[in-house]
């Protein structure tokens, strides 16, 4: 279950950058350097961002040679979407969307291709 650690880590603008970046590239994550560069942010800056999200239960990290990569910790994270849907909707979260299967749509393109074909 979440606690004010995780909300306080989300609340800064650069962690939740971070964030939606490596949940983007779950599960495989992305190196340190990596993040710095797709994010502008110098390394030392980086670091402390990465550690508070690590610690808030969002990101694990490993070690592949001299590269740190981190990744969005899965278990933490859905404990955190849980928690937020939980009370969704007067403790009906099916009516918020979830809790059934859910089609996602992503582009104009892709909504063409899903139409029925007529008959």
Same mark, same amino acid.
């Given at each position: 279950?979440?606690?004010?650690?995780?909300?306080?880590?989300?609340a800064n603008a650069?962690?939740?950058?971070?964030? =939606?970046? #490596? &949940?983007?590239?779950?599960?495989?994550?992305?190196?340190? $350097? @990596?993040?710095? /560069?797709?994010?502008?942010?110098?390394?030392?800056?980086?670091?402390?961002?990465?550690?508070?999200?690590?610690?808030?239960?969002?990101?694990?990290?490993?070690?592949e040679r001299q590269?740190?990569?981190y990744a969005v910790?899965?278990?933490?994270? =859905?404990? #955190? &979407?849980?928690?937020?849907?939980?009370?969704?909707?007067? $403790? @009906?979260?099916? /009516?918020?969307?979830?809790?059934?299967?859910?089609?996602?749509?992503?582009?104009?393109?892709?909504?063409?291709?899903?139409?029925?074909?007529?008959?």
């Open positions: 279950m979440p606690d004010a650690r995780t909300f306080s880590a989300l650069l962690r939740l950058r971070i964030f =939606r970046l #490596l &949940v983007s590239r779950a599960p495989r994550g992305l190196p340190a $350097g @990596q993040i710095a /560069l797709r994010l502008q942010v110098p390394a030392s800056t980086l670091s402390t961002h990465l550690n508070r999200l690590q610690e808030a239960g969002l990101l694990r990290s490993w070690r590269r740190v990569i910790d899965t278990e933490g994270t =859905r404990g #955190l &979407v849980e928690f937020l849907v939980d009370d969704c909707c007067d $403790g @009906q979260p099916e /009516l918020c969307g979830y809790g059934r299967e859910r089609q996602r749509v992503t582009s104009p393109q892709r909504r063409r291709n899903n139409k029925p074909k007529a008959k």
